[in-house]
DNA sequence: AGGTGTCGGCTGCTGGAGCAAATATTGCGC
DNA sequence: GCGCAATATTTGCTCCAGCAGCCGACACCT
């Protein structure tokens, strides 16, 4: 296996379709979680960026740091601020000691708000990621395989925390 | 493992840092596939519609099976095949039983265009898909959870093919 | 035939995200 | 102290995709 025969044509190579297989279970998986977030008025980013800001240290980030820890650019990370501002999970604090700087800070109904979503997304993944996994036997093996590719592709997500902070070794909290 | 304690808040739960692990990995992947297309000047949805059209029986596929083939509306894949046919890659063909289907059929300018691309992409799976999973042993195992997963999640991703002419058992061909 | 319901694809509108330019602040060298 | 480069954030422009609405075409039923 993994060994391409000669009359394969590229268009059929064994190496495509296991990143189209990929591709497929990443996006099953997270239509049903943007789905779930939709019912609670959330888009993805925003609720990753709620999630990181809960997770640090102090639940707050620099917008800057948000943008590196994320898909999004700095740009992208201002406008979700933004409505997170809006709607009150969120608040800008500028910095004492370096003025250039501004704070992403969640609030307390921030935190609420997730208390309220996260069961639900937790609930999704056990269903639909981590159940099928222990049905397979194949649980520990997944991550395990996970980590192997996240650490060789994965330059640093964890930006803006000072490597800390984070779950050691384990710094992508979101579904996005 | 992948039991709770009771003292972690739902911030930390294990399954949604699993899900953080594979979303960060397929962030990662993605991206440099993306990257990669944009050097062709090709959107990813425009790659992947190519792709399945040239793995297609005779290189067609209905308007409405390529949307749900893919992630994209009927909306979507009418303006991404408008932007191919532009280009010259794509044609539109009318159906001779059916006025109201189009079907997208892929040039052989279009076929040129996969050749020069698709061993790049697949260059690019095997280096930071494939060789990682090998070193770690985890090669088999991962491709057979994901198949877990993939099975228990999926729907059917095979649509307008009349369940034949893709890889059976393996109907997603594209690295999106 | 004629009517009705459904399907397939295309078009106006809206919102989101990236890129690039603009603005603001800091730190450095003179 | 003052200009100058570097860094951080915001703003204008543009592209892309989804949603809703539309029309043409088919199928079924009477």
């Known amino acids: 296996m993994y060994t391409r ?3 394969d044509r590229p268009l059929d190579d064994e190496r495509l379709t296991l990143m189209g297989l990929l591709a ?3 996006a099953s998986l997270s239509a049903r979680g943007h789905a779930q977030l939709a019912g609670h008025g959330l888009a993805p980013a925003e609720f990753e960026v709620c999630l990181r800001l809960a997770r640090s240290p102090e639940g707050l980030l620099r917008m800057s ?3 590196a820890q994320t898909t999004l ?3 992208g990370i201002t406008r979700v601020v933004d409505r997170l501002v ?3 999970w969120v608040t800008r ?12 800070v969640i609030t307390d109904s921030g935190r609420a708000l997730l208390d309220q979503v996260l069961p639900g997304q937790i609930e999704l993944v056990e269903s639909w990621l981590v159940e099928p996994l222990r049905a397979s036997g194949a649980l520990s093996d997944f991550e395990r395989a996970l980590r192997a590719v996240r650490d060789h592709a994965a330059p ?3 930006a803006g925390s000072d490597g800390a902070g984070l779950v050691p070794a384990q710094p992508e909290p ?3």
Chains 1, 2 share one sequence.
């Open 93 to 104: 604090r500028s910095c004492a000691t370096d003025r250039r700087t501004t704070y992403a």
């Open 174 to 176: 979101a579904a996005r």
């Open 5 to 7: 025969r000669m009359q």
């Open 156 to 158: 640093c997500a964890t």
């Open 73 to 75: 650019t700095s740009s």
């Open 65 to 67: 740091d948000l943008a």
């Open 24 to 26: 497929e279970t990443w």
């Open 86 to 88: 809006e709607r009150g």
